[in-house]
């Protein structure tokens, strides 16, 4: 089945404890891209990949690295969570050529 | 600055009825445009999508109308359904020459709900 996987599924952790949200898909897609999802603002790029070692920001990168040594795999990394990362996130990934994404379930975070 | 803006937060209809959800936009650059569906606890996914060289596009109950003049969209679900009841986006695109695109710009969402 074609499907973008994402684990953890919830997470709750400390304020400056480094974090990592796998993001993997079986689809072959060069694209690949991480959102959250906040009240009242709908979804918001954080960072995208347009293919393997090529990263770029999106709209709210600050606080957050990725990196894309394979093209199946797009991590997310938290370096020094803080409260204001507390959000629900979601990988998507496309082919370069298409225009809409396949999302993943999605991972609630919540920085304490 | 939101390019892409769902003035709506929630509506209601009845089942069997029509349910018209909203979306603005600000970016004249925008040449294509999406919806997709989110249910609680599930990502969003895909429902129908329009090119700007349309203003019209049509699957099964589902109905994409796009004013470019208004920089306006609204997708028409007819008859509208309980399983209909979700969250809709709306999403816009600018398609690069080389036929690739650029990053997808989301709305807020408007959570619809249809009584049964």
């Known amino acids: 089945e074609a499907q973008v996987t994402q684990n953890p599924r919830y997470l709750i952790t400390v304020t400056g404890k480094k974090l990592t949200v796998t993001c993997s898909q079986n689809?072959?897609?060069?694209?690949m891209s991480w959102y959250r999802q906040d009240p009242g603002l709908g979804l918001r790029q954080i960072y995208y990949s347009m293919n393997v070692e090529v990263t770029d920001k999106g709209d709210v990168p600050e606080g957050y690295k990725v990196s894309r040594k394979e093209k199946r795999n797009f991590p997310l990394i938290l370096e020094s969570p803080s409260p204001n990362q507390t959000s629900l996130y979601f990988c998507?990934?496309?082919?370069?050529?298409?225009?809409?994404?396949?999302f993943g379930s999605g991972t609630r975070l919540t920085v304490v | 600055d939101q390019q892409v803006k769902q003035n709506s937060p929630s509506l209601s209809v009845q089942e069997g009825r029509i349910s018209i959800l909203n979306c603005d936009y600000t970016?004249?650059?925008?040449?294509?445009f999406l919806w997709y569906k989110k249910y609680p606890a599930e990502g969003p996914t895909f429902l129908i999508s329009?090119?700007?060289?349309?203003d019209k596009n049509e699957d099964g109950r589902f109905t994409v109308f796009l004013n470019k003049s208004a920089k306006h969209l609204s997708l028409h679900i007819v008859p509208s359904q309980p399983g209909d009841s979700a969250v809709y986006f709306c999403?816009?695109?600018?398609?690069?020459?080389?036929?690739?695109?650029?990053?997808?710009?989301f709305g807020s969402g408007t959570q619809l709900t249809v009584l049964p």
């Open positions: 329009i090119s700007s060289i349309k």
């Open positions: 689809m072959n897609h060069e694209y």
């Open positions: 998507a990934s496309r082919r370069n050529v298409d225009y809409g994404y396949t």
């Open positions: 970016n004249s650059m925008f040449d294509y």
């Open positions: 999403a816009a695109l600018v398609v690069i020459s080389s036929g690739s695109a650029r990053q997808l710009t």
